[in-house]
């Protein structure tokens, strides 16, 4: 079967444990399961999962390998905030906050967080009213969410302060950078997608602004 393929082969390419494995395991069940009263992700995209999610979350690691904190925004089904913290938890201080506005999806998070013992923490708010708290994250994440220029209005007081971002991006990256320095900045790495070569990661550091 074309999924138990995919999974093979991403999990081989991740390099992860078997216990890690099997976390991941049970994380897609949850989501095969709760995705049929609640549309957690794109109906298409489920039969896709370890490619498409899984496999899309966990390159992020590599993009900050040293890093242990991390904040997830826009969190929805834990793509990439807990799969980062399932695939984390053997790393000593691994730890992913999650925020997430909708109380339904808070519900998956938490509920799917405590069966696969991920080092997460959900929180059940706006972005806006609590990202400036997250003083001990190294990095702050976010996917599918909002275009760059809102994402760093939302993190500016993170990446003012030493904080990493890092958000994939597909074809419309390059405008976004473009739009984002009209108002911040900034250093910005493009890091290519594994998973889709249209693609990309932004990493954004050395934020300063906004530009009057």
């Known amino acids: 079967m074309p999924f138990l393929r995919d999974r093979d082969a991403v999990l081989a390419q991740a390099g992860v444990s078997r216990e890690t494995a099997a976390r991941l395991d049970l994380y897609v ?22 490619n498409r999610h899984i496999a899309d979350s966990l390159q992020l690691l590599d993009a900050a390998p040293a890093a242990t904190r991390w904040l997830d925004l826009g969190s929805g089904a ?44 959900i929180h059940v708010a706006r972005i806006e009213a609590v990202v400036a708290t997250f003083t001990q994250a190294e990095v702050v994440c976010a996917r599918a969410l909002a275009p760059l220029p809102q994402l760093l209005s939302w993190t500016a007081p993170l990446l003012k302060n030493g904080v990493t971002g890092l958000f994939p991006k597909g074809r419309e990256a390059a405008a976004e950078l473009t739009a984002a320095r009209e108002t911040w900045t900034f250093e910005a790495d493009v890091i290519p997608s594994r998973t889709d070569s249209a693609a990309g990661i932004l990493r954004i550091s050395s934020l300063s602004g906004p530009l009057s």
């Open 29 to 50: 069940a949850q989501l095969t399961r709760w995705q049929t009263v609640k549309n957690l992700v794109g109906p298409g995209t489920l039969p896709e999962v370890w």
């Open 78 to 121: 834990g793509i990439p905030g807990l799969i980062l913290a399932i695939a984390g938890r053997e790393r000593p201080g691994f730890h992913v906050d999650l925020v997430e506005s909708n109380g339904r999806k808070g519900a998956f998070l938490q509920e799917t967080a405590r069966l696969t013992g991920a080092p997460a923490r």
